[in-house]
């Protein structure tokens, strides 16, 4: 068994890249990214659109074959897992996307997109289940009585993201991927969702991957910043350093765009 490298360390990558079509039509959507995030921290992945941050998410969630390079959660090797070893995987990490209508099934009420995560869960502990998805709605500010025998095309968009973030929440994920998952909301669901991300980390020491194309969202929330630009991590470090003493050009670029900087505590 391979030593991590930091005792903190959740999940690193190596090298990974990832690229879509061939010759002229050459796409280097991931460029050879070796990111770290360690237990217990917010990472926020931030560039602008097209820079290659979902399919870097994508990677890490084992929904896409990387071209190359590998990616070792808690200290093993999952570049290439399959099959029930995937399942397992997902038990640990979990996701909720840029476009939460995608994820549904479109005529499944909520009581049944949820379930679907119970199944992922140990038997032993499917019992609750019930008390699980009202527990995991209750948290995204969602009442279950109005919500669960509703379908997806009856709820607002920002529900809808509430609801996949439930479902994401109810398997005790290590680690979340959040794509995008606050781009929906309105500023104070938006407030509300942030802080309980923040939660999340404080009292579960969830591991929180933060993807974004906002800088201040980013570092409202995020312990650490990587910023990605055409494929690469250009730059990356604590929140506070990256913001006052950002070394590279880009991340400078991306700064000027952002008025004011607050922090969640
Ligand atoms: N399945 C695919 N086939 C071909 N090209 C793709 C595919 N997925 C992504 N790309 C390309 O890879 C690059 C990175 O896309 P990606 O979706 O990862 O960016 P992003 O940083 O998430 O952008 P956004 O902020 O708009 O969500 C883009 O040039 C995109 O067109
Ligand atoms: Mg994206």
């Not at 050459?26 to 995030?37: I, K, P, Q, S, T």
């Not at 099959?83 to 909720?96: F, H, M, T």
């Not at 679907?116 to 499917?126: N, V």
């Amino acid at each position: 068994m391979p030593a991590e490298h930091d005792g903190n360390e959740l999940l690193r990558t190596e090298g990974l890249a990832k690229t879509f079509g061939r010759g002229k039509d050459e796409v280097r959507a991931v460029d050879g990214v070796d990111l770290h995030l360690r237990r217990g921290e917010v990472t926020a992945l931030v560039g602008q659109s097209g820079s290659g941050k979902s399919t870097l998410g994508r990677l890490l969630l084992r929904l896409a074959d990387p071209t190359a390079g590998r990616v070792v959660f808690g200290g093993r090797d999952v570049t290439a897992v399959r099959g029930a070893a995937r399942r397992d995987y997902w038990r640990e990490v979990q996701a909720v996307f840029q476009d939460p209508f995608a994820a549904f099934h479109q005529y499944r009420r909520v009581e049944a997109t949820l379930a679907t995560a119970l199944q992922l869960m140990p038997s032993e502990t499917r019992e609750s289940g019930r008390e699980a998805m009202a527990a995991a709605l209750a948290a995204v500010g969602l009442d279950a009585a109005e919500t669960l025998a509703k379908r997806p095309h009856e709820l607002s968009g920002g529900q809808r993201q509430r609801v996949m973030l439930a479902r994401a929440l109810m398997l005790r994920p290590r680690l979340l991927i959040a794509d995008e998952a606050t781009s929906l909301l309105d500023a104070s669901v938006r407030v509300t969702v942030l802080n309980l991300l923040a939660d999340l980390r404080d009292e579960r020491g969830m591991t929180v991957l933060f993807v974004t194309h906002d800088l201040g969202q980013a570092y409202y929330l995020a312990d650490r910043i990587a910023v990605m630009h055409r494929g690469r991590i250009v730059e990356s470090g604590p929140a506070e350093q990256v913001v006052a003493e950002p070394e590279h050009p880009y991340t400078r670029s991306l700064l000027a765009d952002v008025p004011k900087l607050h922090r969640s505590s």
